[in-house]
């Protein structure tokens, strides 16, 4: 703690600024926002994952009461030719290649897709009236999988590559990088050493390879907005995570300056990433134009289903070993499903990548990665991707190599660790933790307890993962000093239940020395909020941290140079006295108060943070992940309780402890979804399961039996007072944990993931694992963590 | 079945009457009519309890009945919970165990742990865990918001007996379940 804070930081945990307004149902979100006169829209969507555009019959729609137009591609192409003061309009977005058309043009890449759009008076007109809307198809062949769509006669899903109009800088399509393949949306690699040859000479040489679901992150409010379009004036309000990319994306529909785009984003219920850029704000935002009127668009879940998934990861691992465990070579291939527009898969493929081979000294490393078009929904960010796609396969093939050679599996993963101050990747940020101090902490508390009895089959399985966290270092924030010394925080960084405005305000009490009653963290609005790039990859307590942290400092400076203006000269020499030391309410209200007289004032501090200084070198930090998992399964039913979790959140400082374990807690819960529960079944040209009731999500009754969540402060990160991101780090594993956990208890290694309870139990079939003579998990089993750990 | 109708009900204490037509969703009628939106839709389908409201006192999903159904009814919704400025104890106890993080499911919970703890005073966890099955929450792995219902059971049981003095008779101390620690 710094001298004279205010004592709102660390070792004891602040309550959420949020939660009064979060008890009485007085949070306002984006789907609570109305406007004067407001329209309702109703998405009209492809009932074909691949055909060409061949007509629509509007007329029975038109003629419900209440609906005020059906919108097509063309109708806005139509009507911007005719408008006078609107120049043409730019009909897709997607921040890396803007591949994704707003409305269907031409033809229709996935079922689900929306083709027209029905705006009515009320919204239930709305509904009724697209369901009157007839579209004609021309049947194309759909490309289902990756298998399908990387084909040698597979016909392109995109024949135009939209070269050079990339709005993220430094990235780089495979056309770019001169090795563009039809439906390879984005392709990655990473080698250094000779793989090939490392692994050609390896004692021991180890081959797994495993498919990672498509999965839905369901944040409970579902995509929404509503948008106005006044007077050269674009205004929306969405739920949206970064406002900053989706004011860019909405200033190229429309050809406005950015000053002319406003996005606002009040409380966001739950966004994991799947908030993440750019959604249905450029579809709302054509409606209001197209009927000049305001337009609200909410989607129901099954739309936000179609609207965001996560890409599906098919992860084949090769590694090579030393008769003692040490690492010789890894040979990575990931294959991302990435259906029908690229959206952030671009970046979950890079981190894929990054985060495939783990946090392990590897001599000869190479991986090779594609992002592949299908005819399915769109894929993009979902917390702690990469890691999360990649750990199934590449953990699991350590606790089989595990196996094969006789080690103990955290003791192998001990001996690879990459340690402090070693590279982890070249040119990166080198290792800024002790990793192998973590997992002995792991061990320790996984091996800790011991449940027994019932007639069940127990293992523990433990996963680690690193992620380069914190994406690009660029924020601005400032803080505003009231006259009556309260203080008022801009930043641009969204509160989605991440615990954000909480942090935030707790650096700003600390820093200034005002209670936290006292600080007010303003709506993040673009017209009003300085800027910030994402509110993402575990990044805002540092990064936008560190900013607010400058902001403060800048306006202390300040005022206190107000403050020894006010003593006037010092008494020699004729310059100003050492500005004193000001601190808190009472001192600031006062110096306002003297310094502008009776017209009052206020101070606004500002802080910038950009790639240098000690945030020069890329990333911004490393997030572990390290997680454990204790189950018990009943081998008659498949049914797998986990009796104890363990997660490590190596924080650097925990500013606020509960929140932080909050996050890890989340991010497992989430995690464990995805390992036993979750998966979006495609049955032909669409989702099976496009609900909350088949698409099942952890509940209050799957809760582990036992929760260690554990913080590891070192005081060693990059953020205010030697704090660190979380949030995405215990996803990331869990995985290939459970995977562990079951191959263990089972006998058999598992090839996909979610282990659900049919899986789990002709996993048991085929292991022969059975609990008959009521002994528990005495069945014929791989060596795993389940004999190893307790060693 | 007629187009509109009017509905008259009463929502947290308050008799309404108003014309609605037939078909609307009790949830909308509350958000979209009656402005209250602490009513939160998020599933459509009676699996996620993001719109519990009570209607004469037992949860029920706004998203999935008729406005009509409330006809001559009791409703609450969060809205109706705080006495002015006055929490009730289970508001107080998910304020003070931060018991949310995004809180798009939060008034969900909160309805669902007023009918729980209004039938059953001291629940057990595994009564906890059986009454809030029915609402999901994505952000915390639940672990905050058990305490925090068992933490409202606490506080409503200290208000009782504030109110009551004479026949106060603490509730017997059920045994923890082992299921969830720090």
Not at chain 1, 507 to 521: K, M
Not at chain 1, 679 to 685: A, P, R, T, V
Request: charged residues 20%.
């Amino acid at each position: 703690m710094t001298a004279g804070g205010s004592g709102e930081i660390g070792g004891h945990s602040v309550g959420r600024v949020d939660a009064l307004a979060k008890v009485t149902g007085r949070a306002g979100y984006a789907v609570d926002h109305r406007l004067p006169g407001c329209l309702h829209a109703r998405v009209v969507r492809s009932q074909r994952a691949h055909a060409r555009l061949t007509g629509i019959s509007r007329d029975a729609a038109l003629a419900v009461p209440g609906c005020v137009a059906v919108i097509t591609a063309e109708d806005l192409l139509a009507a911007a030719a005719g408008r006078r003061g609107t120049g043409p309009l730019f009909l897709r977005f997607g921040h890396v290649v803007p591949d994704h058309w707003i409305l269907a043009h031409d033809k229709v890449r996935y079922y689900g897709e929306p083709v027209a759009v029905v705006v009515a008076e009320t919204p239930y007109a709305a509904y009724d009236a697209a369901e009157l809307v007839d579209i004609d198809y021309q049947d194309l062949p759909p490309l289902m999988t990756p298998a399908d769509a990387l084909a040698a006669d597979a016909p392109a899903l995109h024949p135009d590559r939209y070269s050079g109009e990339s709005i993220m800088p430094g990235t780089a399509s495979g056309e770019e990088k001169g090795t563009w393949q039809p439906n390879v949306a984005y392709q990655a690699d990473l080698a250094w050493g000779d793989a090939e040859a490392a692994l050609a000479s390896a004692p021991v040489v180890v081959e797994t390879s495993g498919h990672f679901p498509m999965l839905f992150a369901y944040p409970m409010e579902p995509y929404n907005a509503v948008a106005s379009f006044r007077d050269g004036i674009l205004e929306v309000t969405s739920s949206a995570q970064h406002p900053f990319q989706v004011e860019r994306d909405l200033a190229r529909v429309f050809g406005l300056p950015l000053s002319q785009v406003r996005v606002q984003v009040p409380y966001i219920g739950g966004g994991y990433g799947a908030k993440s850029y750019t959604k249905i704000e450029p579809l709302t935002a054509l409606a209001a134009w197209y009927t000049r009127r305001p337009v609200k668009l909410v989607l129901d879940v099954e739309e936000s289903i179609y609207t965001t998934r996560a890409d599906s990861a098919d992860v084949t691992v090769r590694s090579g070993f030393e008769r003692d465990g040490t690492l010789i070579a890894r040979q990575i291939d990931v294959v991302l499903d990435t259906g029908a527009y690229l959206d952030n898969s671009a970046q979950v493929l890079e981190k894929s990548v990054n985060r495939c081979f783990g946090p392990y000294r590897i001599p000869h490393l190479q991986v090779t990665a594609r992002a592949v078009y299908t005819s399915t929904s769109p894929a993009s960010s979902y917390r702690g991707f990469g890691a999360a796609h990649c750990s199934f396969a590449s953990e699991t093939n350590m606790d089989l190599a595990a196996g094969q050679l006789g080690i103990d599996p955290i003791e192998l993963r001990r001996r690879n660790l990459v340690a402090r101050g070693q590279q982890l990747l070249p040119g990166r940020r080198a290792m800024d933790t002790d990793l192998a101090d973590d997992l002995a902490v792991l061990r320790e508390a996984i091996t800790g307890y011991r449940p027994s009895g019932g007639r069940v089959l127990r293992a523990t399985g433990v996963s680690c993962t690193v992620a380069d966290a914190g994406a690009l270092p660029s924020s601005t924030a400032q803080v505003r000093i009231l006259s009556d010394g309260s203080v008022v925080l801009h930043t641009g960084a969204t509160e989605m239940g991440q615990g954000s405005h909480t942090v935030l305000s707790q650096i700003v009490a600390e820093e200034l020395g005002v209670p936290l009653a006292a600080v007010r963290v303003a709506p993040q609005d673009t017209l009003t909020s300085p800027f910030e790039r994402t509110t993402g990859a575990s990044r805002t307590t540092t990064v936008v941290g560190s900013a607010v942290q400058r902001a403060c400092r800048d306006a202390l400076e300040k005022i206190s140079r107000m403050a020894a203006e006010i003593d006037g000269p010092g008494p020699r020499d004729g310059r100003p006295a050492a500005a004193p030391d000001i601190r808190g309410r009472a001192d600031f209200a006062k110096v306002i108060r003297a310094w502008f007289g009776p017209g009052g004032g206020e101070v606004a501090g500002v802080g910038v943070v950009r790639r240098a200084g000690n945030f020069a070198q890329l990333p911004p930090f490393w997030e572990v992940g390290m997680v454990g998992v204790q189950v018990a399964i009943d081998p008659d039913t498949g049914q797998l309780d986990v009796e104890h979790l363990v997660t490590i959140g190596d924080v650097g400082k925990a500013l606020n402890p509960a929140g932080v374990e909050g996050q890890d807690l989340g991010a497992a819960t989430q995690g464990l979804g995805g390992a036993l529960w979750e998966e979006l079944i495609y049955d032909g040209q669409q989702i099976a399961n496009a609900n909350i009731i088949e698409y099942r999500v952890p509940r209050i009754s799957d809760m582990p039996g036992r929760i260690d969540t554990i913080l590891i402060e070192r005081g060693d990160g990059p953020g205010p007072y030697g704090s660190k991101g979380v949030g995405e780090g215990a996803r990331g594993p869990m995985g290939g944990a459970v995977a562990s956990a079951v191959a263990a208890a089972t006998g058999v290694w598992p090839d996909r993931l979610p282990l659900t309870p049919e899986r789990i139990w002709r996993l048991c079939q085929a292991g022969k694992a059975t609990t008959a003579t009521g002994e528990p998990g005495d069945g014929e089993r791989p060596r795993g963590v389940a004999e190893e750990a307790g060693k | 079945m007629a187009e509109s109708l009017v509905l008259r009900t009463t929502v947290n204490g308050t008799a309404v009457a108003r014309a609605v037509a037939a078909r609307t969703l009790l949830a909308d009628f509350l958000r979209d009519d009656l402005g209250l939106t602490g009513t939160k839709v998020s599933c459509d389908a009676q699996v996620c309890g993001a719109c519990t409201v009570l209607v004469d006192g037992l949860p029920v999903s706004a998203c999935s009945i008729l406005a009509a159904d409330a006809d001559g009814r009791g409703v609450t919704t969060i809205e109706g919970l705080a006495d002015d400025d006055e929490l009730s104890p289970v508001q107080r106890a998910f304020t003070e165990c931060s018991a949310m993080q995004c809180g798009y499911c939060t008034p969900g919970f909160i309805l669902a742990t007023e009918a729980l703890l209004a039938d059953v005073p001291d629940p057990a966890d595994a009564e906890i865990r059986h009454a809030l099955d029915g609402n999901l929450c994505r952000c915390t792995g639940y672990r905050p918001i058990m305490e925090a219902v068992r933490l409202a059971a606490r506080l409503r049981q200290e208000a009782r007996q504030a109110e009551a003095p004479g026949d106060a008779t603490p509730p017997g101390q059920r045994p923890e379940h082992n299921e969830v620690t720090r």
